[in-house]
């Protein structure tokens, strides 16, 4: 079965400074990966996925992740954090049933 | 367009009562999927659909949860004498039912047991 760890329950960083949350996974073929962002109250919205091709992807906001096959990793990056971007980040992947599996979610807090 | 829209926004239920949860995905995704946002479990998937086929029920907690797709558009999950540990968020979903298709997620309900 697959599975997602979010090692980083919570992340604070300074408004302008770069972001990188992680994303470990488990499964045993090529995964389909989505991260997705969840604000206070609202529901939750897609950044980026990848399923074949580029490792690097783009994503909505300035948003950027990197598929590592090597490292079961599918980290999120953006260089310039700005203080919208504070909510709550959930790393999801699916496996092959259609629905999603997800991790545990990081909490980003910005700081001005 | 619209979104998925859920009904009702919050819900506050006594313990042993059932509740039902709607859901109402975008025009023309086949797919529905419901989840369930608790701060105990984080975000678990409890039942899929994808047009007239059986759905995967497999993410069920208990015998307590079951869930319908009229017509294949609108969903309900209706949750039988709810219990205080049934407090969560609950969520939907729906796409066209492709694995690399996002999926569309509503607003939530919030269901309180007491």
């Known amino acids: 079965a697959q599975s997602v760890t979010q090692p980083d329950i919570h992340i604070t960083v300074s408004e302008g400074a770069s972001l990188e949350l992680r994303c470990n996974y488990s499964y045993g073929a090529t995964p389909y990966l989505f991260w997705y962002v969840q604000s206070p109250g609202q529901g939750l919205q897609l950044l980026l996925k990848?399923?074949?091709?580029?490792?690097l992807v783009q994503g909505i906001k300035g948003f950027e992740a990197e598929f590592k096959r090597s490292q079961s990793s599918f980290n999120l990056r953006k260089p310039s954090v700005h203080w919208s971007d504070a909510a709550e980040y959930f790393c999801?992947?699916?496996?092959?049933?259609?629905?999603?599996?997800f991790g545990s979610g990081t909490r980003l807090q910005v700081q001005p | 367009g619209a979104g998925v829209s859920q009904s009702p926004s919050n819900k506050v239920t006594e313990k042993g009562k059932d509740v039902e949860l709607r859901c109402d995905p975008i025009s023309g995704h086949t797919a529905l999927y419901w989840y369930r946002q608790s701060l105990g479990q984080g975000l678990e998937f409890l039942i899929y659909?994808?047009?007239?086929?059986?759905?995967?029920k497999s993410g069920l907690p208990s015998d307590r949860f079951s869930a319908e797709r009229t017509g294949g558009s609108v969903s309900t999950l209706t949750i039988q004498r709810t219990q205080q540990e049934d407090s969560a968020v609950y969520l939907c979903?729906?796409?066209?039912?492709?694995?690399?298709?996002?999926?569309?997620f509503g607003p939530g309900t919030r269901l309180t047991v007491l």
């Open positions: 979903a729906s796409n066209l039912g492709v694995s690399t298709d996002t999926q569309y």
């Open positions: 990848y399923f074949s091709g580029d490792t």
């Open positions: 999801a992947v699916e496996g092959g049933r259609r629905a999603l599996t």
């Open positions: 659909f994808q047009g007239n086929s059986a759905p995967d």
